[in-house]
């Protein structure tokens, strides 16, 4: 066996779990995100996506977002949910970034905005510091069964 299909559509990664949710909301607080002494993003619109099992994530749109800051890295991850995520390094702090490029049209409000790691860099909600709670970390996985890049970008 080398993929898992359900009817005639392949599916990548994983089956999917049908007790696994994702609801995306608008928020009007205020997000800073901050390396050392630098501010990365500052927004009062940042969408927050909450998932079964995690800690709510924190998206930012590009244009409150120091792009110049943010060092694409080759590291690519799939999620099942959401689609192929690409990465982004912030100075010499490693994966502190990522984003959902073109995500899967059922998460398509997080397509293009960026998400930061609260454990890597400082991310404050309204004055607040974020932080991970023990088994709230997601543990990336790469492509496996020999799936492309292509197989898992969403079809058009």
């Given amino acids: 066996m080398d993929a898992f299909y359900e009817e005639d559509e392949r599916i990548v990664g994983h089956a999917a ?3 696994h949710r994702i609801d995306i909301r608008q928020a009007s607080r205020r997000l800073v995100v901050r390396h050392h002494d630098r501010i990365i993003a500052d927004t009062k619109r940042p969408v927050v996506l909450y998932e079964s099992g ?4 924190w998206y930012v749109e590009c244009a409150d977002v120091m792009e110049s800051e943010l060092i694409p890295v080759e590291h690519q991850t799939f999620c099942t949910y959401k689609g192929l995520c690409s990465y982004f390094n912030i100075g010499g ?20 905005l960026v998400s930061f790691e609260p454990d890597i860099v400082s991310v404050q909600l309204d004055g607040t510091q ?27």
């Avoid at 995690?54 to 994530?57: K, T």
């Fill in 17 to 19: 779990d049908s007790y």
């Fill in 54 to 57: 995690f800690a709510p994530r």
């Fill in 93 to 112: 702090a490693r994966l502190a970034a990522w984003s959902y490029r073109d995500a899967y049209p059922q998460v398509g409000r997080i397509s293009g």
């Fill in 130 to 156: 974020l932080r991970l709670e023990p088994g709230q970390t997601v543990i990336p996985h790469g492509p496996d069964r020999e799936l492309t890049v292509d197989e898992a970008l969403p079809r058009g």
